[in-house]
Antibody, heavy 116, light 105 residues
Framework: QVRLVESGGGLVKTGGSLRLSCAASGFTFSDYYMSWIRQAPGKGLEWISFISSSGNTIYYADSVEGRFTVSRDNAQNSLYLQMNSLRPEDAAVYYC?????????WGQGTLVTVSS | IQLTQSPSSLSASVGDRVTITCRASQGISNYLAWYQQKPGKAPKLLIY???TLQSGVPSRFSGSGSGTDFTLTISSLQPEDLAAYYCQQLNSYPYTFGQGTKLEI
């Protein structure tokens, strides 16, 4: 069965960095686009990044452009999100999801907390 | 592209017909998806291409619309439908979400 498992979240100070990982299994990872979506506590969903199956095409939300970098390792069936210059407003649960949109499978999420 | 959902919250009874609307700030053809998010859980895809039911989703859920105006309908509300519902446009990046509709039973 399809499984997506995020890791790497935690507590970080404003201006700090974190690297999130998403381990995929149960499908041919290299065939699929992937996305990162986040949800601040008590708030709605915010799409933040897309990466094509090969990794050649990438998009970001304006709110993270220049600070976050998405990448993937198809040999390791893994998706990554490098987050730099973190701000209090980046605090959220971060989900990886299969697909570029109309995401049919989601991980359970990993919580990022940013303290000032 | 901005998406505006209405209402923001809704209280309904078991068996009711419930409709949630999503309006896009510009035309998006049928490039719209609907998700359900139960408390403490990841979102679940319900509908894509505005009206295509995702595999395994109960048939009481349906979607319609094209261009700028879309609806999600639950034909007969069930207790397990307690959740927040989100639309997402897939016409152009960034793939924005609506602000959500919280459904209370």
């Amino acid at each position: 069965q399809v499984r997506l498992v995020e890791s790497g979240g935690g507590l970080v100070k404003t201006g700090g960095s974190l690297r999130l990982s998403c381990a995929a299994s149960g499908f041919t990872f290299s065939d699929y686009y992937m996305s990162w979506i986040r949800q601040a506590p008590g708030k709605g969903l915010e799409w933040i990044s897309f990466i094509s199956s090969s990794g050649n095409t990438i998009y970001y939300a304006d709110s993270v452009e220049g600070r976050f970098t998405v990448s993937r390792d198809n040999a390791q069936n893994s998706l990554y999100l490098q987050m730099n210059s973190l701000r209090p407003e980046d605090a959220a649960v971060y989900y990886c999801a299969r697909g570029g949109g109309g995401n049919d499978y989601w991980g359970q999420g990993t919580l990022v907390t940013v303290s000032s | 592209i901005q998406l505006t959902q209405s209402p923001s919250s809704l209280s309904a009874s078991v068996g009711d017909r419930v409709t949630i609307t999503c309006r896009a700030s510009q035309g998006i053809s049928n490039y719209l998806a609907w998700y359900q998010q139960k408390p403490g859980k990841a979102p679940k895809l319900l509908i894509y291409a505005a009206s295509t039911l995702q595999s395994g989703v109960p048939s009481r859920f349906s979607g319609s619309g094209s261009g700028t105006d879309f609806t999600l309908t639950i034909s007969s509300l069930q207790p397990e439908d307690l959740a927040a519902y989100y639309c997402q446009q897939l016409n152009s990046y960034p793939y924005t979400f609506g602000q959500g509709t919280k459904l209370e039973i």
